[in-house]
């Protein structure tokens, strides 16, 4: 895949620009929400986890993740992945994926690594080069396994691919929790593959929180 082309929106650029600032690949901005003291978290248990979604809550004030929906798609040693599920932004022909299916959305993923695409795709079972990340989903960076689903047609409904990811270090995302960032669901294939993504934070969101 090219780089990010010199016309993209406004908006995309400045998400790029932000990520070629990040100092680690785990990157995210301060934590927005007024800390709690160390040993009022440490007695929490959020338990986030691979296959859950993190709905921003209403306290998010940073503008990246703003009524976002983060797909949590990996967590080890070093912290965890998720991509935003709710944010299209172009058509993949204008990100210069070219193909079957240009006329596909292209969501943003996050603003870390923006140049990189993600793809999340439907599977009854196991897939080569594609890791679980609930049932029925599973995620991967692999150029061929997008190309692969282009040309075969599968279409939105069954395939999407994001630009760039979100990212926490250890413990990061626990402390935001506990702040009141982000509220903590189990994640759903029907969800993630909406036909209506502007709607799933809405559908999301706990009432008394709207």
């Known amino acids: 895949m090219r780089s990010i082309p010199a016309l993209l929106p406004a908006l995309f650029l400045g998400l790029a620009l932000f990520a070629a600032n990040?100092?680690?690949?785990?990157?995210h901005p301060p934590s927005y929400s007024p800390a709690r003291p160390q040993q009022e978290i440490d007695a929490l248990d959020f338990s986030p986890a691979k296959g859950k979604f993190l709905v921003a809550s209403r306290k998010m004030k940073d503008p990246i993740f703003k009524s976002a929906v983060i797909l949590l798609v990996d967590r080890n040693n070093l912290g965890y992945t998720g991509l935003i599920v709710n944010r299209p932004i172009m058509k993949l022909k204008d990100y210069n994926v070219k193909g079957p299916g240009g006329d596909d959305p292209l969501f943003f993923g996050g603003p870390v690594e923006v140049s990189n695409l993600w793809i999340l795709v439907r599977s009854e079972g196991p897939s080569e080069g594609c890791n679980q990340v609930l049932a029925g989903v599973c995620v991967s960076t692999s150029q061929g396994l997008l190309m692969n689903n282009m040309n075969a047609g599968a279409?939105?409904?069954k395939f999407r691919v994001y630009a760039g990811y979100s990212g926490w270090a250890a413990n990061q995302l626990e402390r935001e929790l506990a702040n009141g960032g982000w509220h903590l669901v189990d994640a759903d294939a029907e969800v993630i593959f909406a036909k209506e993504?502007?709607?799933i934070?809405?559908?999301l969101?706990?009432?008394e929180t709207r």
């Open 22 to 27: 990040a100092t680690s690949i785990y990157a």
């Open 155 to 157: 279409g939105p409904q």
């Open 197 to 199: 993504p502007g709607e």
């Open 201 to 203: 934070w809405n559908e």
């Open 205 to 207: 969101v706990p009432a």
